[in-house]
Every structure is written in C-alpha cells, then in structure tokens.
DNA sequence: ATAAAAATGGAATTTATATTCCAAACGCGG
DNA sequence: CCGCGTTTGGAATATAAATTCCATTTTTAT
C-alpha cells in the first residue's frame, strides 16, 4: 500500500523494541500480530500461536493459566505483551476484556441473524452448510453401526496393505485416509485414477479395501472393488444408504447419510467417519 | 438425597447464614437468585439487580469495578457471593468464566481424561470426532469474517482462472473445491504436485489462488503463494491462525481454527468453507 | 571455535485484588 | 424513646497476581 511514506512508523519497518503505540482494537492487535509473528522469537511466537488460537481465553485467565495453556514461562508473556506495544500483561487484557461483552450473542442469535440477512451473502450460505454439517454429524451416531465399524477396524488392521478407492466428490475422503495411513506408518495405497493406470492388479487377497461412493455412485469405483473383491480381499464401504452397489460385495459397511445444500453436501460426517477409522486402524495396528 | 434428614436443606426454606452448596451452572445461579432476591437486604438486592442486568460483565470484572458499577461497597459484594452460597467473589467468578469458555471447552484436558479412561473402542473415538466437529463448526462462524468471506469471492468470481494449492492435510480441501468448481463450469486447476511438475508459470496476473494450509504450514504451499503473488495474482488463504506465513502475502485470510483429537482433526469445519466459498463463487459468476 | 548478543526459565519483588473485621448507622419491637 | 439485632461503609489484612530481575542457556556472527 504506503510504500513510499516517509513516516517510518508502521509496524512492517519498525526493527525491533522501539517503544510503539499499543494496538486500540482486537482487529489491530491481530494485524499487527500477523505482521510481526515472524520476527518473534521461538517462546514468544509459541505463546503468539496460543492466543491466535484462542483469543477467548484471554479476558478471563491469568497470566500463569495463559502460560500453562502455551507450556511457557510467564515471564514470556511479559515479554510477547510488551512486543505487542503494551506496557504488560494488564493492559493487554483490558483491551480484549472491553470487547469481551460484545460477544454475548451466542451461536444461535448470529445464526438467526445471518439467515434473516437472505441468502443472498456468503455468510448466510456458510451458516447454512455449518447448520447442516451440524445435523449431518448428529446423525452419523446413529446410522453408523458400531459393530460394523469395529469389524471394519479389524478387518483393516489385519490386512497387509489398504487400498482406498473413491473419486469425484469421494476423493477428499480418500484422500484424507491416506494422509492419516502415511502418518501412522500404515502401508496404504490411494488409488487415485491418475494417467488412468488401473493398479487392480496390486490388490492381494491378504490385502483389504475402503471403497467410498455416493450417490450417484461412480461407475469406476464398484468396478474396481469388484474386482479386489474377486481376487479376495475384504471391502469396507463407506456409503450413503443400504442399497448402494457395494452392498453386494458382502463388503462391511458404514453408512453416513450426509444432508445437501443445493447441489452439494458438507462432507463434514464422512471426513469425521474416515479419521475415525484410520485412527483406530493405526492404534489397533501399533497395539500389537 | 439425604431423606433421612428432617431438615429440608433447599433454598426456599434456609432463612439466612446456613452453608449452602454453591450453583453448578449460571442457569442454577440465576434460579436461586430469582428465588432468593427478595429476602435480600437492599444493598445487595440492589447488587443482585446490577448482575442480573449485566451478568456478562461478572467475568471480566474485580470487585471494585462491579461495586463500583452497582453503586455498593466492596464488602457488600462479597456478602452477596457468600448468601448466595459462593465461598467468595473468587469461586462465583469462576463459575462465569468457565461458563464463558464452555462455548469452546478445554478439549485437551478432557480429551486427555477420555484417554486414560481407555476408552479406545472406535466408537468412541467417532463420538469424539463428531463432538469436536460440532465445536469447530460452531466456532467457524465467530473466526470467518464475513467481510473477508465477500471480499474473496468477489476476487474468486472475477478471476480468470482459479488456481487451488494444498498438501497432505489440506489436500482434502483442495480436492473437493477442484470437484466442486467442475461440476459448476468454473474454470480451475488443481495444482497437486503430481510428478513434481511446478505449474506455477501458468497462473497470470488476472488469476486468482486459493492457498489452503494448516500448521505445521507445508513449504511447497507457501513458496508457490509467495510466487504466485509475485506474478500479479490474488490470493485467498484458508489457514487456521492470523500468525501464518500467508499472512504476509497480503492476502484475504479466512480463519479456521480446528480442534484436534490427538494428532488428527476432523476437517468438518475447512471443508463446510471450502464449499460454501466454492459454491458462492459459482452463484455469483453465473450471474454476470 | 570463540566471543558477543539474544533469549529463556525461574525466583524475587511489587502491585493489585479479594477478603475479613469492626465500628457506626439503621430499623424495629417494646 | 430506648435497647437489640441487622445491615452498612470503610479501613486493615491476607492472598493472589503481575512484573521485574538476573543467572543460565541458546543462538548468531566472526
């Protein structure tokens, strides 16, 4: 913006511990934060990411609680308030307790606030896939069935490599699982349809499948667990409803009945069900 | 309870000094108080009428300044607490500030305590999962600016092409807003790193880019951002704190912050903004 | 590799805040 | 109008919190 201002008081050219003007508003005090989080030290910066995360803490706790919460010294948010321009811990706080009270509206009067302003506005639509992302998860306790679920926990934690099938709108699922496997050290292969190589034949029958796919199912994806399912390995369906073309794999089956907004769906319980699951792959894995 | 007890212990029925168990919850805080008040000597009705009135502001005050406020003396603050069966100002605060955080509760304690209770079996672990994903979602209405919110999706819809960035765990975000502009015609390249192939000469000065990047931020996001905003193009972050590295590339910053459960988060709350970004740029490009 | 500078952790100190105490004021029944 | 229990204001004290200080460790530059 002000690049050629002559007036070097910006927070981006200040060097280092010049006295400043401590910031007059939450909105300030995070640009500056932003700005300067870099240059800050490794504890302060620490304790930087802590409030950035929960800037509600701030009005109602002590400076050892904050500290505690970060695991640093007190001292160090001595030193962070006083790089923020503040002259200590105290005025620092007065600051976010002034603003504190404007936060009393709770969830549901802000949802009910930004669904009279039409759904006109990105907001309202944000609240309207958080409410039903909201609905979604609530159901998925009751439509997944945990003696399936620990079946498919089994079932993946036995197998020598897990393949993981699903494309278009199941992609993100698929390929969340195989972020998680990685991290876990779980050999896990994402079949991902890149330059249409078809690795069908990688699947062995000690070798198990998470197929995800919803209506309107993804023709590759019953095609390619049908036919792991033929050369012996076990099939885990993550899917929407009973009927869905995988039941006929016999495969294990986890269902999510996830709600739409328009033409699209939040995703929100089939992401929730995939971590679930490959976190207790991985921990069942490790246990033995 | 204590049936045996001839003395009926409840409220209604205690005349006055008698020790009484101090209210579990502000809602039983402001029962008892409703049903307490009248019998209260004036000076501290009178203060019981200030609370009632501004019962935000208990959290976040001393004493004096509630006193003060109220127009009593200290003391007779602390004579309110004690007949309302606190063991003093300190422990009723407490009470309102834990009521205050309960909107985003201490997750890490509690999740610790689940941990060691062994509750291990997959089910439970979904149930958690599903609980933080009803907080962050919650909570991703108080950390996205709307303004921010519009402000992106003007710059998206004006763009030429749309140029998606995010890695491992982000990758499920980028993934599903590549599925979602598909399906609405909206011109976008996913860039994936597939083959370590570096796309980034392809994004113009009239592109846009939607960085997407959690901590611990991924280098190759933050290095193609940084590039790309050097050829001219817009950027939109989607991050979880203002302390990110994308902050410097002045771009429009949509903050989710993400509970974990253990090293793993549920992405409910990215992937609800993912596709209600998605979704409103598609609304707003279709109707020019 | 070494010295200088910066950052850190923890204890010591200062300051603010909660809490208690008591004398004075008040209200009430005689 | 007087005595007695209750309530009140304000000062005194105890407690908890913020802030500073300094010895030790870590980083940076030479």
Partial sequence: MNDASPHPDQDANLASAEMLAPPQSIDAFFTRLGSTADRLPKRLKQFANYIAANPDKVAVS????????????????????????????????????????????????????????????????????????????????????????????????????????????AFPVTSYLAYA???MDVPAVLHSGIANINMEHLIRPNDAVIAVTFAPYTEMTIDMATKARASGADIVAITDVVTSPLARLKAIQLLVSELDVGAFRALSASLSLAIALAVSVGAQRNRI
Same sequence: chains 1, 2.
């Fill in 62 to 169: 002590t400076v050892a609680e904050l500290a505690d919460g970060a695991d640093v010294q007190p001292s160090a948010v001595m030193r962070f308030c006083q790089e923020m321009g503040f002259s200590g811990f105290s005025q620092m706080q007065k600051l976010f307790r002034s603003d504190y009270s404007q936060k009393w509206p709770d969830y549901a009067t802000r949802l009910a606030k930004l669904r009279e302003h039409g759904t006109e506005s990105p907001s309202a639509l944000l609240a309207e896939f958080v409410e039903v992302g909201r609905a979604s998860l609530e159901n998925l306790l009751t439509t997944v069935d945990p003696i399936a679920l620990q079946q498919a926990v089994d079932v993946l934690a036995r197998a020598e490599t897990i393949h993981m099938i699903g494309f278009r709108r």
């Fill in 181 to 183: 496997f990685e991290k």
